[in-house]
Protein backbone atom coordinates (compact mmCIF):
# COMPACT_ATOMS: atom_id res chain seq x y z
CA UNK A 1 0.00 0.00 0.00
CA UNK A 2 1.45 3.47 -0.81
CA UNK A 3 1.56 6.96 1.14
CA UNK A 4 0.77 9.99 0.32
CA UNK A 5 1.41 12.94 3.02
CA UNK A 6 -1.44 13.92 4.62
CA UNK A 7 -0.43 17.95 3.80
CA UNK A 8 -2.45 17.67 0.80
CA UNK A 9 -5.13 16.42 2.51
CA UNK A 10 -5.22 19.21 4.76
CA UNK A 11 -4.52 21.54 1.99
CA UNK A 12 -8.11 20.14 0.11
CA UNK A 13 -10.28 20.00 2.99
CA UNK A 14 -9.53 23.74 3.17
CA UNK A 15 -10.67 24.43 -0.73
CA UNK A 16 -13.88 22.77 -0.35
CA UNK A 17 -16.98 24.56 -1.29
CA UNK A 18 -18.76 25.72 2.29
CA UNK A 19 -21.72 22.87 2.20
CA UNK A 20 -19.26 20.27 3.27
CA UNK A 21 -18.12 20.69 6.49
CA UNK A 22 -14.16 20.95 6.86
CA UNK A 23 -13.51 18.68 10.25
CA UNK A 24 -15.62 15.68 9.51
CA UNK A 25 -13.72 15.25 6.18
CA UNK A 26 -10.71 15.24 7.77
CA UNK A 27 -11.42 13.17 10.44
CA UNK A 28 -13.15 10.42 7.98
CA UNK A 29 -9.64 9.98 6.47
CA UNK A 30 -8.35 9.32 9.66
CA UNK A 31 -6.52 12.83 10.46
CA UNK A 32 -7.28 14.56 13.81
CA UNK A 33 -8.45 17.95 12.28
CA UNK A 34 -7.54 19.94 15.53
CA UNK A 35 -3.43 18.61 15.13
CA UNK A 36 -0.52 20.48 13.66
CA UNK A 37 -0.24 19.79 9.96
CA UNK A 38 2.90 17.72 9.67
CA UNK A 39 3.89 17.00 6.02
CA UNK A 40 5.64 13.64 7.14
CA UNK A 41 2.50 12.30 9.02
CA UNK A 42 0.87 9.99 6.04
CA UNK A 43 -2.09 8.30 4.88
CA UNK A 44 -2.92 5.42 2.44
CA UNK A 45 -3.30 6.06 -1.07
CA UNK A 46 -6.84 4.18 -1.23
CA UNK A 47 -8.06 5.96 1.32
CA UNK A 48 -6.62 9.58 -0.58
CA UNK A 49 -8.27 8.85 -3.39
CA UNK A 50 -11.55 7.64 -1.92
CA UNK A 51 -11.66 11.57 0.14
CA UNK A 52 -11.19 13.20 -3.25
CA UNK A 53 -13.92 10.97 -4.89
CA UNK A 54 -16.31 11.79 -2.20
CA UNK A 55 -15.44 15.10 -2.31
CA UNK A 56 -15.44 15.54 -5.77
CA UNK A 57 -19.02 14.36 -5.71
CA UNK A 58 -20.77 15.85 -3.32
CA UNK A 59 -19.19 19.57 -5.01
CA UNK A 60 -21.21 21.03 -8.04
CA UNK A 61 -17.76 22.06 -9.37
CA UNK A 62 -16.29 18.52 -8.40
CA UNK A 63 -14.51 18.76 -12.01
CA UNK A 64 -12.18 21.24 -10.91
CA UNK A 65 -11.03 19.99 -6.97
CA UNK A 66 -7.36 19.06 -8.35
CA UNK A 67 -7.10 22.70 -9.75
CA UNK A 68 -8.13 24.09 -6.95
CA UNK A 69 -6.30 22.19 -4.42
CA UNK A 70 -3.04 23.01 -6.32
CA UNK A 71 -3.89 26.32 -6.72
CA UNK A 72 -3.53 26.23 -2.70
CA UNK A 73 -0.18 24.90 -2.26
CA UNK A 74 2.73 27.37 -1.48
CA UNK A 75 6.08 26.62 -0.76
CA UNK A 76 6.06 26.93 2.78
CA UNK A 77 3.37 24.30 3.22
CA UNK A 78 5.83 22.04 2.32
CA UNK A 79 8.41 22.62 4.93
CA UNK A 80 12.39 20.99 3.28
CA UNK A 81 10.88 20.17 0.95
CA UNK A 82 9.30 23.87 0.01
CA UNK A 83 12.95 25.04 1.27
CA UNK A 84 14.51 22.92 -2.00
CA UNK A 85 12.11 24.73 -3.91
CA UNK A 86 12.94 28.08 -2.74
CA UNK A 87 16.76 28.28 -2.33
CA UNK A 88 17.65 26.69 -5.84
CA UNK A 89 18.77 29.93 -8.44
CA UNK A 90 16.27 29.12 -11.14
CA UNK A 91 13.21 27.37 -11.62
CA UNK A 92 15.04 24.41 -14.05
CA UNK A 93 16.65 23.95 -10.18
CA UNK A 94 13.42 23.81 -8.26
CA UNK A 95 12.04 21.12 -10.59
CA UNK A 96 15.57 18.70 -10.60
CA UNK A 97 15.13 19.21 -6.42
CA UNK A 98 11.62 17.87 -7.26
CA UNK A 99 12.55 15.00 -8.82
CA UNK A 100 15.36 14.44 -6.10
CA UNK A 101 12.95 14.90 -3.39
CA UNK A 102 9.40 13.72 -3.95
CA UNK A 103 9.61 10.73 -2.08
CA UNK A 104 9.19 12.72 1.14
CA UNK A 105 5.90 13.74 0.01
CA UNK A 106 4.68 10.18 -1.17
CA UNK A 107 5.50 6.40 -2.12
CA UNK A 108 3.02 5.82 -5.04
CA UNK A 109 4.66 8.87 -7.68
CA UNK A 110 7.90 10.45 -8.32
CA UNK A 111 9.21 13.51 -11.14
CA UNK A 112 11.20 13.22 -13.50
CA UNK A 113 12.79 15.87 -16.02
CA UNK A 114 12.93 15.42 -19.96
CA UNK A 115 14.50 17.87 -22.09
CA UNK A 116 12.83 18.55 -25.55
CA UNK A 117 12.95 21.34 -28.20
CA UNK A 118 12.29 24.29 -26.89
CA UNK A 119 11.80 23.06 -23.36
CA UNK A 120 11.31 20.47 -20.94
CA UNK A 121 8.88 18.31 -19.58
CA UNK A 122 8.09 18.19 -16.04
CA UNK A 123 6.57 14.17 -15.86
CA UNK A 124 4.57 13.00 -13.08
CA UNK A 125 4.58 9.86 -12.72
CA UNK A 126 2.68 7.65 -11.05
CA UNK A 127 1.53 3.71 -11.53
CA UNK A 128 -2.19 1.93 -11.04
CA UNK A 129 -5.42 1.98 -11.61
CA UNK A 130 -6.99 5.45 -13.14
CA UNK A 131 -9.86 5.89 -11.01
CA UNK A 132 -11.14 8.95 -10.35
CA UNK A 133 -9.53 9.78 -6.85
CA UNK A 134 -6.12 9.23 -8.67
CA UNK A 135 -6.65 11.59 -11.58
CA UNK A 136 -7.69 14.33 -9.39
CA UNK A 137 -4.40 13.36 -7.12
CA UNK A 138 -2.81 13.72 -10.35
CA UNK A 139 -4.18 16.80 -11.43
CA UNK A 140 -3.89 18.52 -7.96
CA UNK A 141 -0.26 17.37 -8.32
CA UNK A 142 0.45 18.78 -11.96
CA UNK A 143 -1.56 21.70 -10.24
CA UNK A 144 0.63 22.49 -7.63
CA UNK A 145 3.37 22.42 -9.37
CA UNK A 146 2.44 25.22 -11.69
CA UNK A 147 1.75 27.43 -8.91
CA UNK A 148 4.54 27.06 -6.37
CA UNK A 149 6.77 27.34 -9.86
CA UNK A 150 4.82 30.39 -10.48
CA UNK A 151 5.51 31.54 -7.18
CA UNK A 152 9.23 31.14 -6.87
CA UNK A 153 10.30 32.69 -10.58
CA UNK A 154 11.02 36.42 -11.25
CA UNK A 155 8.36 35.77 -14.35
CA UNK A 156 4.88 34.36 -15.37
CA UNK A 157 5.60 30.70 -16.60
CA UNK A 158 5.67 30.39 -19.98
CA UNK A 159 3.95 26.58 -20.60
CA UNK A 160 3.81 25.29 -23.74
CA UNK A 161 1.40 22.59 -22.93
CA UNK A 162 -0.37 20.38 -20.28
CA UNK A 163 -0.83 16.80 -20.50
CA UNK A 164 -2.99 13.90 -18.43
CA UNK A 165 -3.12 10.05 -19.20
CA UNK A 166 -6.53 10.18 -18.69
CA UNK A 167 -9.94 11.12 -20.14
CA UNK A 168 -11.08 14.83 -20.21
CA UNK A 169 -13.63 15.96 -18.03
CA UNK A 170 -17.19 16.97 -19.62
CA UNK A 171 -15.45 20.38 -19.57
CA UNK A 172 -12.17 21.67 -19.74
CA UNK A 173 -12.81 25.32 -20.47
CA UNK A 174 -11.39 25.91 -16.25
CA UNK A 175 -8.00 23.69 -17.16
CA UNK A 176 -7.15 26.09 -20.44
CA UNK A 177 -7.93 28.93 -18.41
CA UNK A 178 -6.05 28.19 -15.17
CA UNK A 179 -3.18 27.53 -16.74
CA UNK A 180 -3.50 29.30 -19.90
CA UNK A 181 -2.23 26.92 -22.70
CA UNK A 182 -3.66 24.33 -24.59
CA UNK A 183 -4.37 21.06 -22.05
CA UNK A 184 -4.25 17.87 -23.36
CA UNK A 185 -6.00 14.47 -22.66
CA UNK A 186 -5.57 10.99 -23.13
CA UNK A 187 -2.23 10.96 -23.98
CA UNK A 188 0.85 9.36 -23.00
CA UNK A 189 1.95 11.04 -19.77
CA UNK A 190 1.39 13.82 -17.12
CA UNK A 191 3.28 16.58 -17.68
CA UNK A 192 3.99 20.13 -18.13
CA UNK A 193 5.85 21.06 -20.74
CA UNK A 194 7.95 24.16 -19.49
CA UNK A 195 9.60 26.80 -22.16
CA UNK A 196 13.55 27.17 -22.46
CA UNK A 197 12.97 30.90 -21.31
CA UNK A 198 11.27 30.12 -18.17
CA UNK A 199 13.07 26.90 -17.16
CA UNK A 200 16.28 29.30 -16.87
CA UNK A 201 14.14 32.22 -15.28
CA UNK A 202 15.69 33.12 -11.83
CA UNK A 203 13.96 32.69 -8.52
CA UNK A 204 12.89 35.15 -6.91
CA UNK A 205 12.06 33.57 -3.48
CA UNK A 206 15.96 32.12 -3.19
CA UNK A 207 16.86 32.37 0.99
CA UNK A 208 18.97 35.26 1.52
CA UNK A 209 20.17 33.38 4.90
CA UNK A 210 21.07 30.39 3.05
CA UNK A 211 23.13 32.36 0.50
CA UNK A 212 24.74 34.13 2.69
CA UNK A 213 25.91 31.16 4.81
CA UNK A 214 27.41 29.40 1.51
CA UNK A 215 28.75 32.66 0.69
CA UNK A 216 30.44 32.57 3.75
CA UNK A 217 31.18 29.03 3.70
CA UNK A 218 32.85 28.95 0.46
CA UNK A 219 34.92 32.07 1.60
CA UNK A 220 36.18 30.38 4.49
CA UNK A 221 37.31 27.50 2.17
CA UNK A 222 39.06 29.49 -0.17
CA UNK A 223 40.89 31.14 2.38
CA UNK A 224 42.78 28.30 2.81
CA UNK A 225 44.73 28.35 -0.31
CA UNK A 226 45.96 30.45 -2.70
CA UNK A 227 47.65 28.63 -5.47
CA UNK A 228 46.60 25.86 -7.99
CA UNK A 229 48.21 22.89 -6.66
CA UNK A 230 45.72 22.47 -4.02
CA UNK A 231 42.95 20.60 -6.50
CA UNK A 232 40.81 18.77 -3.99
CA UNK A 233 40.19 21.85 -1.84
CA UNK A 234 39.10 23.29 -5.55
CA UNK A 235 36.94 20.41 -5.98
CA UNK A 236 35.21 20.79 -2.61
CA UNK A 237 34.22 24.50 -2.97
CA UNK A 238 32.80 22.83 -6.94
CA UNK A 239 30.88 20.07 -4.90
CA UNK A 240 29.60 22.52 -1.90
CA UNK A 241 28.01 24.66 -4.17
CA UNK A 242 25.86 22.10 -6.15
CA UNK A 243 25.15 19.98 -3.08
CA UNK A 244 21.95 21.58 -2.40
CA UNK A 245 20.82 20.47 -5.96
CA UNK A 246 21.49 16.64 -5.04
CA UNK A 247 25.11 15.45 -4.95
CA UNK A 248 26.76 16.39 -8.26
CA UNK A 249 28.83 13.74 -11.08
CA UNK A 250 32.26 13.97 -11.79
CA UNK A 251 32.08 15.13 -14.83
CA UNK A 252 29.48 18.24 -13.95
CA UNK A 253 32.78 19.43 -11.50
CA UNK A 254 35.32 18.63 -13.69
CA UNK A 255 33.41 20.81 -16.30
CA UNK A 256 33.44 23.72 -14.12
CA UNK A 257 37.18 23.38 -13.82
CA UNK A 258 37.43 23.08 -17.42
CA UNK A 259 38.79 19.91 -17.29
CA UNK A 260 37.37 16.06 -18.21
CA UNK A 261 36.19 13.80 -15.84
CA UNK A 262 38.50 11.16 -16.57
CA UNK A 263 41.24 14.02 -16.18
CA UNK A 264 39.97 14.94 -12.97
CA UNK A 265 40.19 11.39 -11.45
CA UNK A 266 43.59 11.07 -12.70
CA UNK A 267 44.69 14.48 -10.85
CA UNK A 268 43.22 12.92 -7.65
CA UNK A 269 44.70 9.62 -7.80
CA UNK A 270 47.87 10.98 -8.32
CA UNK A 271 47.46 12.84 -5.11
CA UNK A 272 45.95 9.76 -3.12
CA UNK A 273 42.17 11.38 -3.68
CA UNK A 274 38.73 10.00 -4.24
CA UNK A 275 36.37 11.99 -5.98
CA UNK A 276 33.77 10.22 -3.60
CA UNK A 277 35.76 10.67 -0.91
CA UNK A 278 35.69 14.57 -1.58
CA UNK A 279 32.01 14.54 -1.68
CA UNK A 280 32.06 12.82 1.74
CA UNK A 281 34.41 15.44 2.82
CA UNK A 282 32.38 18.39 1.64
CA UNK A 283 29.63 16.69 2.99
CA UNK A 284 30.83 16.34 6.48
CA UNK A 285 32.02 19.91 6.60
CA UNK A 286 29.24 21.70 5.33
CA UNK A 287 26.75 19.80 7.58
CA UNK A 288 28.75 21.01 10.91
CA UNK A 289 29.06 24.45 10.04
CA UNK A 290 25.24 24.25 9.06
CA UNK A 291 25.12 22.40 13.06
CA UNK A 292 27.15 24.75 14.46
CA UNK A 293 26.24 28.18 13.22
CA UNK A 294 22.72 28.15 11.93
CA UNK A 295 19.28 27.56 13.70
CA UNK A 296 18.14 25.18 10.22
CA UNK A 297 16.42 22.41 11.22
CA UNK A 298 17.95 18.39 11.06
CA UNK A 299 15.54 18.11 8.35
CA UNK A 300 17.00 21.20 6.32
CA UNK A 301 20.05 20.59 6.66
CA UNK A 302 19.66 17.06 5.11
CA UNK A 303 18.31 18.79 2.48
CA UNK A 304 21.00 21.32 1.76
CA UNK A 305 23.82 18.70 1.95
CA UNK A 306 22.56 17.02 -0.74
CA UNK A 307 20.17 13.97 1.30
CA UNK A 308 16.59 13.21 0.21
CA UNK A 309 15.66 11.88 3.55
CA UNK A 310 16.89 13.21 7.05
CA UNK A 311 17.48 9.20 8.07
CA UNK A 312 19.83 8.93 5.32
CA UNK A 313 21.99 11.79 6.52
CA UNK A 314 21.61 10.76 10.19
CA UNK A 315 23.05 7.61 9.52
CA UNK A 316 25.94 9.12 7.41
CA UNK A 317 26.78 12.07 9.83
CA UNK A 318 27.18 9.50 12.36
CA UNK A 319 29.66 7.43 10.50
CA UNK A 320 31.48 10.48 9.78
CA UNK A 321 31.52 12.13 13.43
CA UNK A 322 31.11 8.88 15.82
CA UNK A 323 27.70 11.26 16.79
CA UNK A 324 24.03 11.84 15.74
CA UNK A 325 23.66 15.74 13.95
CA UNK A 326 21.22 16.31 17.34
CA UNK A 327 24.40 15.30 19.61
CA UNK A 328 26.98 17.24 17.82
CA UNK A 329 24.85 20.47 17.82
CA UNK A 330 23.85 20.04 21.22
CA UNK A 331 27.65 19.86 22.23
CA UNK A 332 28.44 22.73 20.17
CA UNK A 333 26.03 24.76 21.85
CA UNK A 334 27.51 23.41 25.30
CA UNK A 335 30.80 25.16 24.88
Known amino acids: MGQITSLFAHKVAGIVEDSIERSALLAWIG ?10 VMVSDSDYYDFLEKIARAEQAGHTLGLRAGNS ?30 RVLTSVASNTMEPT ?3 AFAHLNREGERRLGSRLSNEAT ?12 EEPMNLLGVYFKHSAPAVIADHEEFFGCPVHFDTDRDA ?12 K ?5 IARFFDTHLEAELAQFDDDSALDKRVKI ?10 PNISDIASNLAMSGRSLQRKL ?8 SLVDDARRELAERLLANSNHSLADIAFLTGFSEQSSFNRAFKRWAGQTPRSFRLSIQAE
Not at 269 to 276: D, I, L, M, N, W
Open 269 to 276: SEHGQSFQ
Open 31 to 40: IDPDAPVDPS
Open 192 to 203: LLISQESLDTST
Open 238 to 247: QISQALSEGV
Open 205 to 209: LGDPG
Open 117 to 119: KGG
Open 142 to 153: IASMFTIGQEVI
Open 73 to 102: MRCDDYGAFGLAWKSASTLRGSLNRAERYS
